[in-house]
Structure formats: C-alpha cells, structure tokens
T-cell receptor
C-alpha cells in the first residue's frame, strides 16, 4: 500500500531535549516536505526536499533541521525544542518536484501527523 | 510572493452544491492549482488539481478562469461526511515560471454540512 509513515504519532518532551521525527514514503517520490499546523494559522511549510541531498527552507524553518540521505526518508530534527514548537506536524511526499519550463503539480501524499508537545 | 485567500467558513445543507473560491492573484505561469480536504487530526487529502478551464473527477469539479487569478472548487450534492477543511495550494513564486518546491497553503475554508 502506498503510504507516508511518521513516527512517533504522539510525543511529549521537555524544553531543550533533542528529538527526531521520522518520515518515510514507499512511493519512490522525489519531493518531500514537512509542515506544521497550528490553530488559526493553517498549514505552514517548514522544509522541503526536491531530491536526495537537496533541501531548502520553507516558510517557518527556524528551530528545525532536516536531512535527505535516502530517497524514502526525510527526518525532522529539533535540536533544542521550545514550547512554541508545540504543534501538529505533517510530512508529505510527491512525485512532482517541479522543473523549470514544465508545469508544476502539487499532488502530495500526507502522513498521519505527529502531535508534539514541548513543556 | 504568491498568496491565496479563501473564505474562513461556509455552511451548507445535505444535497446542496457547494462552491468554494480561492484567489491567487500572483500565481506562477506554470503552476497548477491544487485542492485538499482535511478532517480533524488527519493529514490533508488530495482532491483535485487543474491548470485552466474546468477539471472534473469523481469527487469534485474545479473551475479556473482564463486569467487564473482564482479558482472555484465545486462539491456536488454534499453530505455530512463532506464536513471538513478545504485548502487551495499554489507555489510560492509569483508571476514568471518557477522552479521551486516552496508551497503556500491558504488558511483553509471550514465547510459545515448540516442535515
């Protein structure tokens, strides 16, 4: 079954304790992205990756790191979590990464979400 | 910088047709317009996308005028299970041809379907 998986689904942690949220897709997609969702603010992009070893900042990258060493995995790293990073996080992947001169499609598959609480 | 604007909320009754409009005045020339549906505590789910004119699938229709500065998602004969938040999505580079994965979701439209 084609899917995007995230782990853990729920996490409660304390300020400053490094954590990693894993994301994996089994569709051989080039494009992967992380979003956070907060009440009243909708979905905001944190980081994205156009392909292996290619990552770039989204709208709200501060306090986060990512890596893309393999095509299927795109972990989100919080080196020193703070309470303002309490949020619902979604990973997504797409077969369309966009290429200059062609049409850009944004049909993404989303994971089930990770609810993070930082106290 | 591309930006999308949608109504915050809409109400409807079962069996009615619902139209949700999104404005995206600065859409890039080669961007598709994509719509998603999201239920509480779930990830967004792709509904439909289009570049121009009209697109229809088994779930919805998408109407895009010639200037592409807006799009309208049409849900025929909604049911209670269509109660959800609906998002439109475009790329973050305005105007000219873009080559980016940076994406901007609108604020979303909360659709409440009543019996």
């Amino acid at each position: 079954e084609a899917q995007v998986t995230q782990n853990p689904r729920y996490l409660i942690t304390v300020t400053g304790k490094k954590l990693t949220v894993t994301c994996s897709q089994n569709m051989n997609h080039e494009y992967m992205s992380w979003y956070r969702q907060d009440p009243g603010l909708g979905l905001r992009q944190i980081y994205y990756s156009m392909n292996v070893e290619v990552t770039d900042k989204g709208d709200v990258p501060e306090g986060y790191k990512v890596s893309r060493k393999e095509k299927r995995n795109f972990p989100l790293i919080l080196e020193s979590p703070s309470p303002n990073q309490t949020s619902l996080y979604f990973c997504a992947s797409s077969s369309h990464s966009g290429t200059s001169g062609t049409y850009h499609s944004y049909e993404q598959y989303f994971g089930p979400g990770t609810r993070l609480t930082v106290t | 910088l591309a930006k999308t604007t949608q109504p915050i909320s809409m109400d409807s009754y079962e069996g009615q047709e619902v139209n949700i409009t999104c404005s995206h005045n600065n859409i890039a020339t080669n961007d598709y317009i994509t719509w998603y549906q999201q239920f509480p505590s779930q990830g967004p789910r792709f509904i439909i996308q289009g570049y121009k004119t009209k697109v229809t699938n088994e779930v919805a229709s998408l109407f895009i005028p010639a200037d592409r500065k807006s799009s309208t998602l049409s849900l025929p004969r909604v049911s209670l299970s269509d109660t959800a938040v609906y998002y439109c999505l475009v790329g973050d580079i305005a105007g000219r041809s873009s080559n980016t994965g940076k994406l901007i979701f609108g604020q979303g439209t909360t659709l409440q379907v009543k019996p």
